[in-house]
């Protein structure tokens, strides 16, 4: 392994540590504003999905929205340039 695919390996590593992170923590923030709107622990699948709904268009969520699409974006560019580099 070369010195620049261990870079590129090691920037893709620390993405996707910062994409999970967002990802759980906004999971975890939808579940429970679901819950505290339907006042049970765990909600079903339709609340949920209203919830993912509401964040889609909610403009408080925006910034939070927009770093997760643009790291979710970044993630694929890095995995697309690394498997046309691999061969």
């Known amino acids: 392994m070369t010195t620049g695919m261990t870079i590129r390996l090691i920037l893709m590593g620390l993405v996707f ?5 967002m990802m ?6 939808l579940r429970a504003r679901a819950a505290e ?3 049970q622990a765990i909600s079903g699948p339709g609340s949920f999905a209203k919830e993912i709904g509401h ?19 970044v993630l694929v560019v890095m995995t ?3 498997a046309l580099m691999a061969g």
Not at 17 to 21: C, P
Request: net charge positive.
């Open 37 to 39: 709107k339907t006042g």
């Open 80 to 82: 697309v340039q690394n």
């Open 17 to 21: 540590l910062v994409w999970a992170v």
């Open 24 to 29: 759980f923590s906004t999971l975890f923030t």
């Open 55 to 73: 964040w889609l268009r909610s403009p408080e969520d925006k910034s939070t929205r927009r770093t997760l699409f643009f790291l979710t974006f």
